[in-house]
């Protein structure tokens, strides 16, 4: 892994400038879950107003990605993971420069939906850099690097941001300067290829991707709130649902689409992208429910909370290099299936043990959980990729990306929707039982739900009755992540084949053993 690149530069040096280069939108998804209360309680949002801070991001991230790859592939790599980078940097500032008062919400909702944009320029550049610079025989190595690294750096977030906080919550987001600032220093020493291709872009693709993940995710978002039996919230989620489907129709008919959709004939792409989807609707949002069960239920400070992600990256970072070994080795497929089912158990044990409120008996069972992410999560990924032509990957890492964050957002919406679901029902029934009338312990119980400024949002004050509520609504959402990955695990062996993709000279995009043509990326 330390030969050179074209131009004499050291693949390991151009494999770290990336690393950097996307850490800041790791350490982001976890240092804003474990601040979360914090920010929350300071500024005087709602849960819900809260959860909208963190999932713009994610919105952002999903709608945008397919245009940041599409970029990447037409403009230059290099060019955009430095754009990237900059606006991401840029975004965190302001982020960090919140007003409190009335703004405060629409502030940090805008601002953190910049830094989404950021990162969906970033990301699918600097792994189409990562894939251009290794061969494919040991880009599964490389990328379990970039993404184990990458994930180590993310355990560092809940870390730093227990303490940052002490200090002040907008540190959290001023941290991301510095990292920037490494990350442009190593691309310029680096000088990592820039290969593109040019084409004109499809502005009508982006409009309609955007309205389609933008209104589904906002109406699974706001069921919690508004009800399931409000009429808005089917019409939203429907409408994105169209959109979706008028996408496809539209890309397939586009001379210069913003995604080539025929790639989806393309059976393992299809497959892989489908585990994906399922297994970010849980990767992502356990650092969320993870860090306010902690605060709430655990009645633990911010940098002890964190420990429980932590003790996630753990399992997380050791099993990605091991998957990335066996992908190189063996294929995808024995990695993605058996990584389901392993966090599969692992969420459903530690779903068992939440209620118990002792960290210590939880440990084994989060590290089982983020071991079995990472077992399968960067391989189902790099095999995704790995069927893209050379100057598409930058399109393809914008596809995969795309289902991924469009995932997260969709697991964020729903699992937030049962948490405060059931945190509201066992709390009505909980006042109910003290004696106060049915009525009044709804309405209370609708204050407390949404842990709301000055009502219920004073965490060190919430009675100790409500603290094993909360556990017991925890728990759902951890049975409900058990249930998503036994789906993804089951979508993989059943949908994924056994063998190892061979080099181009082999037959480009071909599993050992089967037909040349049956696994190809489309040409265009």
Same mark, same amino acid.
């Given at each position: 892994?330390?030969?050179?690149?074209?131009? @004499?530069?050291?693949?390991?040096?151009?494999?770290?400038?990336?690393?950097?280069?996307? $850490?800041?939108?790791?350490?982001?998804?976890?240092?804003?879950?474990?601040?979360?209360?914090?920010?929350?309680?300071?500024?005087?949002?709602?849960?819900?107003?809260?959860?909208?801070?963190?999932?713009?991001? *994610?919105?952002?991230?999903?709608?945008?990605?397919?245009?940041?790859?599409?970029?990447?592939?037409?403009?230059?790599?290099?060019? &955009?993971?430095?754009?990237?980078?900059?606006? =991401?940097? @840029?975004?965190?500032?302001?982020?960090? $420069?919140?007003?409190?008062?009335?703004?405060?919400?629409?502030?940090?909702?805008?601002?953190?939906?910049?830094?989404?944009?950021? @990162?969906?320029?970033?990301?699918?550049?600097?792994?189409?850099?990562?894939?251009?610079?290794?061969?494919?025989?040991?880009?599964?190595?490389?990328?379990? /690097?970039?993404?184990?690294?990458?994930?180590?750096?993310?355990?560092?977030?809940?870390?730093?941001?227990?303490?940052?906080?002490?200090?002040?919550?907008?540190?959290?987001?001023?941290?991301?300067?510095?990292?920037? #600032?490494?990350? /442009?220093?190593?691309?310029?020493?680096?000088?990592?290829?820039?290969?593109?291709? %040019?084409?004109?872009?499809?502005?009508?693709?982006?409009?309609?991707?955007?309205?389609?993940?933008?209104?589904?995710?906002?109406?699974?978002?706001?069921?919690?709130?508004?009800?399931?039996?409000?009429?808005?919230?089917?019409?939203? +989620?429907?409408?994105?649902? !169209?959109?979706?489907?008028?996408?496809?129709?539209?890309?397939?008919?586009?001379?210069?689409?913003?995604?080539?959709?025929? +790639?989806?004939?393309?059976?393992?792409?299809?497959?892989?992208? !489908?585990?994906?989807?399922?297994? &970010?609707?849980?990767?992502?949002?356990? =650092?969320?429910?993870?860090?306010?069960?902690?605060?709430?239920? *655990?009645?633990?400070?911010?940098?002890?909370?964190?420990?429980?992600?932590?003790?996630?990256?753990?399992?997380?970072?050791?099993? $990605?290099?091991?998957?990335?070994?066996?992908?190189?080795?063996?294929?995808?497929?024995? %990695?993605?299936?058996?990584?389901?089912?392993?966090?599969?158990?692992? =969420?459903?044990?530690?779903?068992?043990?939440?209620?118990?409120?002792?960290?210590?008996?939880?440990?084994?069972?989060?590290?089982?959980?983020?071991?079995? &992410?990472?077992?399968?999560?960067?391989?189902?990924?790099?095999?995704?990729?790995?069927?893209?032509?050379?100057?598409?990957?930058?399109?393809?890492?914008?596809?995969?990306?795309?289902?991924?964050?469009?995932?997260?957002?969709?697991?964020?919406? +729903?699992?937030?929707?049962?948490?405060?679901?059931?945190?509201?029902?066992?709390?009505?029934?909980?006042?109910? $039982?003290?004696? #106060?009338?049915?009525?009044?312990?709804?309405?209370?119980?609708?204050?407390?739900?949404?842990?709301?400024?000055?009502?219920?949002?004073? +965490?060190?004050?919430?009675?100790?009755?409500?603290?094993?509520?909360?556990?017991?609504?925890?728990?759902?959402?951890?049975?409900?992540?058990?249930?998503?990955?036994?789906?993804?695990?089951? !979508?993989?062996?059943?949908?994924?084949?056994? @063998? !190892?993709?061979?080099?181009?000279?082999?037959?480009?995009?071909? #599993?050992?053993?089967?037909?040349?043509?049956?696994? #190809?990326?489309?040409?265009?």
């Amino acid at each position: 892994m330390s030969s050179s690149t074209g131009g @004499g530069q050291s693949r390991s040096l151009i494999l770290t400038a990336m690393i950097f280069a996307v $850490a800041m939108t790791f350490i982001d998804q976890t240092i804003v879950s474990i601040a979360a209360p914090t920010i929350q309680r300071d500024l005087g949002l709602s849960s819900s107003g809260m959860q909208w801070a963190i999932n713009a991001y *994610l919105l952002t991230l999903a709608a945008f990605f397919a245009f940041g790859g599409r970029l990447a592939d037409t403009r230059g790599h290099r060019k &955009m993971v430095v754009l990237g980078v900059i606006i =991401f940097a @840029g975004a965190s500032a302001l982020c960090g $420069a919140t007003p409190r008062g009335s703004a405060a919400e629409a502030w940090l909702v805008a601002f953190r939906a910049l830094q989404g944009l950021g @990162g969906a320029i970033m990301f699918p550049a600097a792994i189409a850099i990562v894939v251009v610079t290794f061969d494919l025989r040991s880009r599964g190595r490389a990328l379990a /690097l970039f993404f184990g690294i990458a994930g180590g750096l993310t355990a560092i977030g809940p870390i730093a941001g227990g303490y940052l906080i002490e200090w002040t919550w907008r540190s959290i987001f001023w941290i991301n300067i510095p990292v920037a #600032l490494i990350a /442009l220093a190593l691309i310029a020493i680096s000088k990592p290829p820039d290969e593109a291709r %040019p084409a004109p872009m499809d502005y009508r693709g982006l409009a309609l991707i955007i309205g389609g993940v933008g209104l589904s995710v906002f109406g699974f978002q706001q069921s919690a709130l508004w009800g399931w039996g409000n009429p808005a919230i089917e019409a939203s +989620i429907a409408a994105g649902v !169209v959109l979706l489907a008028v996408f496809f129709v539209v890309e397939r008919r586009t001379e210069s689409p913003l995604i080539n959709v025929r +790639i989806f004939e393309n059976r393992t792409f299809l497959v892989e992208n !489908v585990i994906l989807g399922i297994a &970010m609707m849980a990767f992502i949002p356990v =650092f969320f429910f993870a860090a306010i069960y902690g605060q709430i239920a *655990l009645d633990e400070k911010a940098t002890e909370s964190s420990l429980l992600i932590l003790y996630f990256f753990l399992g997380f970072v050791v099993c $990605a290099q091991i998957g990335g070994r066996m992908l190189d080795r063996i294929g995808a497929k024995r %990695p993605v299936v058996l990584g389901c089912a392993l966090a599969a158990i692992g =969420f459903g044990l530690w779903a068992g043990r939440a209620t118990s409120l002792h960290v210590g008996a939880q440990v084994i069972y989060i590290v089982m959980a983020g071991a079995g &992410m990472g077992l399968m999560l960067g391989q189902a990924n790099t095999d995704a990729i790995n069927r893209a032509s050379r100057y598409s990957y930058g399109e393809a890492t914008g596809i995969t990306q795309t289902v991924r964050n469009y995932g997260a957002s969709l697991g964020f919406a +729903i699992l937030g929707t049962i948490l405060i679901t059931e945190f509201r029902s066992r709390i009505t029934s909980s006042l109910t $039982a003290k004696g #106060l009338p049915g009525p009044a312990a709804k309405a209370e119980a609708a204050k407390i739900a949404q842990l709301q400024s000055g009502k219920g949002g004073n +965490i060190a004050r919430i009675p100790q009755f409500i603290r094993a509520d909360f556990a017991a609504a925890t728990r759902e959402v951890l049975y409900g992540m058990c249930v998503i990955m036994a789906v993804a695990g089951l !979508v993989a062996l059943r949908g994924l084949r056994r @063998g !190892v993709q061979q080099e181009a000279g082999e037959g480009a995009g071909q #599993l050992a053993g089967e037909d040349p043509d049956a696994d #190809l990326y489309p040409a265009r």
